[in-house]
C-alpha cells in the first residue's frame, strides 16, 4: 500500500534537545511538507520542498531544519531555538505541480511533541 | 494572508444541509478543501481550480467564485460521519504549490 509515515507518534523532549520527526512516503510524489498545529489551530507551514535536494522556508521556519537527499524522505529537525515546540507535525506531500495541476496533498498520521 | 472561513462552527442535525466558506483577499490559482477527526491527520476532499476545473469525492460539492475569491463547501443532507474540522488551503501560482490554510470551521453532525 502506498502511503505517507511519520515516527514516532509520540515524543517527548527535554528543553535544550534537538529532536528529529521522520517523514517517508512511497507515493513517487515529488514534493513533500511539513506543518505544525496547535490545540484548536489550522495547519502552519513550516518547510517545504518540490524537489530533492531542494526546499523552501515556510511561514514558521525560525527553529525548524530539514533536509531533502531522497526523494522519499524529508526529515524535520526541531532545534533548542524553537521556544515552544510542543505541538502536532504533520507530514504531507504531493505529486508536484509540474506533473499534476491537481496538487493535493496527503497527510501522514503526524507525530505528537512534548518538551517536558 | 491566511485566508478567513466561516461559520467558525456549525451543529447539525442528521440530514440536514450547510454551507462552510472560505475567503481571501489574493488572487488565487486553486483552493483545497480538507476534514480533519479529532487527533488524525487531514483528509483530502476537494481541489477547485481557478478556471472551473475540480477533482474530488463524489458526495462532496464546492464552488470556486474567482471575481470575489472565494470558495463555499456544501455539506448535503449530512451523515454522522461528516463531523470533524474542516480547513481550507489556498494557493496562489506565484508561491509555487505552497498552501496557506483557514483557520478551520468545526462542524457536529448530532443524530
Known amino acids: 500500500d502506498g502511503g505517507i509515515t511519520q515516527s514516532p507518534k509520540y515524543l517527548f523532549r527535554k528543553e535544550g534537545q534537538n529532536v528529529t520527526l521522520s517523514c517517508e512516503q512511497n507515493l513517487n510524489h515529488d514534493a513533500m511538507y511539513w506543518y505544525r498545529q496547535d490545540p484548536g489551530q489550522g495547519l502552519r507551514l513550516i518547510y517545504y520542498s518540490q524537489i530533492v535536494n531542494d526546499f523552501q522556508k515556510g511561514d514558521i521556519a525560525e527553529g525548524y531544519s530539514v533536509s531533502r537527499e531522497k526523494k522519499e524522505s524529508f526529515p524535520l529537525t526541531v532545534t533548542s531555538a524553537q521556544k515552544n515546540p510542543t505541538a502536532f507535525y504533520l507530514c504531507a506531500s504531493s505529486i508536484g505541480p509540474k506533473r499534476s495541476s491537481y496538487n493535493e496533498q496527503f497527510f501522514g498520521p503526524g507525530t505528537r511533541l512534548t518538551v517536558l | 494572508q491566511q485566508p478567513v472561513q466561516s461559520p467558525q462552527a456549525v451543529i447539525l442535525r442528521e440530514g440536514e444541509d450547510a454551507v462552510i466558506n472560505c475567503s481571501s483577499s489574493k488572487a488565487l490559482y486553486s483552493v483545497h478543501w480538507y476534514r480533519q477527526k479529532h487527533g488524525e491527520a487531514p483528509v483530502f476532499l476537494m481541489i477547485?481550480?481557478?478556471?472551473?476545473e475540480q477533482k474530488g469525492h463524489e458526495k462532496i460539492s464546492a464552488s470556486f467564485n474567482e471575481k470575489k475569491q472565494q470558495s463555499s463547501l456544501y455539506l448535503t443532507a449530512s451523515q454522522l460521519s461528516y463531523s470533524g474540522t474542516y480547513f481550507c488551503g489556498t494557493e496562489k501560482r506565484a508561491a509555487g504549490n505552497k498552501l496557506t490554510f483557514g483557520g478551520g470551521t468545526r462542524v457536529l453532525v448530532k443524530p
Open positions: 477547485l481550480l481557478k478556471g472551473g
